[in-house]
Nanobody
Framework: QVQLVESGGGLVQAGGSLKLSCAAS????????MAWFRQAPGKERDFVGA????????TYVDSVKGRFTISRDNAKNAVYLQMNNLKPEDTAVYYC?????????????????WGQGTQVTVSS
């Protein structure tokens, strides 16, 4: 069982930046593909981006490309989401997810472990 704990959410003005962190409780963190999803009120949980466990390649949904960056530190069992030039439409609860040796898909059903989420609110 892997526990994921997100942190770093908060309230920020449009155009601002936030960096989310996700700490994982596993000794084999390097074998997990890590992803970020988000869920706005009344909407489905959507893929934001992921970082592949093997290649280190990161992928993103089009709406955040060029603004968001995912990185990982396997020594610290952590994955990060740097969010720049935030927009009001980025307001959501952001979730960290993990899949053992995953393919970094956009489908949430592929991910085995989830954090509790952290709220990001972007004011206009």
């Amino acid at each position: 069982q892997v526990q994921l704990v997100e942190s770093g959410g908060g309230l920020v003005q449009a155009g601002g930046s936030l960096k989310l962190s996700c700490a994982a409780s596993t000794r084999t963190f390097s074998e997990y593909t890590m992803a970020w999803f988000r869920q706005a009120p009344g909407k489905e949980r959507d893929f934001v981006g992921a970082i592949n466990w093997w290649s280190g390649e990161d992928t993103y949904v089009d709406s955040v490309k060029g603004r968001f960056t995912i990185s990982r530190d396997n020594a610290k069992n952590a994955v990060y989401l740097q969010m720049n030039n935030l927009k009001p439409e980025d307001t959501a609860v952001y979730y960290c997810a993990a899949e053992l040796r995953g393919r970094a898909t956009m489908d949430l059903v592929d991910y085995d472990y989830w954090g509790q989420g952290t709220q990001v609110t972007v004011s206009s």
